[in-house]
């Protein structure tokens, strides 16, 4: 998992308190595939907070060489965007039955 982007998108009449996106590729190159694997995204705000946290799964369905595969996810924000001071992205551990790529 590389190439990172997480986006908070400024609110508008459909959306009140704003939008998130979240981008990466997978390879799985030089690892494993298979198995689940999740991606912890927390919104923090002053001092830390934790506003909110998404788990979105981590796509494990093969292994992608020339690059990798981007993966995409994003919805309304349920805080307003002007509370959000950082925002940290961790993968978890793959867990389950994996393969070698």
């Given at each position: 998992m590389?190439?990172?982007h997480v986006s908070l998108i400024p609110p508008d009449a459909a959306h009140p308190n704003g939008r998130w996106t979240a981008t990466w590729l997978y390879t799985g190159s030089g690892g494993s595939w298979k198995?689940?694997?999740y991606v912890t995204i927390k919104f923090l705000g002053q001092n830390g907070a934790d506003l909110h946290t998404e788990t979105?799964?981590?796509a494990r369905d093969g292994c992608h060489?020339?690059?990798g595969v981007r993966q995409n996810f994003g919805g309304d924000l349920p805080?307003?965007?002007s509370s959000i001071?950082?925002?940290t992205v961790e993968p978890s551990i793959a867990e389950g039955r994996t393969?070698?790529?």
């Open positions: 590389w190439d990172i198995g689940s694997q979105p799964s981590l060489y020339g690059g805080v307003p965007m001071e950082n925002v393969g070698p790529c």
